[in-house]
C-alpha cells in the first residue's frame, strides 16, 4: 500500500540517493581494486550499506511512497551507470570527482538525520534510533571521503604533459 505521507516521499529520496551512493563506491571499488581509492570505496561501501538498513526499516515503518518516485530510482541508477572514471587512473580527476560526489551524498544523508532527529518527538514511527550517533557516523564518513579527496588533488589537478 502507498501512503501520500511527505515523511515516507523524503526517505524515499533519500533511499535513492542511497542506491546512486552504492552503485558509485562498488564501480570505485570494482575499477580501482587494489588501489587506495579502492580501498577507501570499499570502507565507506560497507558503512553506507549499514545506514541504508536503517533507512529501509524506517520505510518499512512509514510506508511505501508514491511509486513515482522508484522511477526517479531507476533514472538515478541509469546515471550512475554513465558515470566515468575518466582515463582509468585511481589517483585522477575522475577518482577526485568520485569522492566529491560521494561526500556530497554522505551530507546529505546527515541532513537526513538531523531531520528525523529533529522530529522524533513528534511521529512515533521515528523512534527508538540513536540519530546522534547516526550523525556522528555520517560526520566520520565524510571526513574520510573528503580527507581522501583532498590527497588526490594534487595528481588529479595536475597539468599532463602533452605528446611525447
Known sequence: ???DDPLAGYLHDHWAGSSFAVE?????????TATPSGIVARELLEQVQSDREVLHDLIQKVGKA?????????????RVSRFKLKHNDPSGIGALEAFETIGLGI?????LWEALKARQTTDIRLGG???DALISRA???FQKA???RLKLVPSALAMQKSGS
Open 1 to 3: 500500500m502507498y501512503v
Open 24 to 32: 558509485l563506491l562498488e564501480k570505485v571499488a570494482a575499477e580501482f
Open 66 to 78: 508514491n511509486p513515482d518516485l522508484y522511477d526517479a530510482l531507476g533514472w538515478i541508477a541509469e
Open 107 to 111: 551530507l546529505g544523508k546527515r541532513a
Open 129 to 131: 534510533l540513536d540519530y
Open 139 to 141: 560526520d566520520d564518513q
Open 146 to 148: 573528503n580527507r581522501y
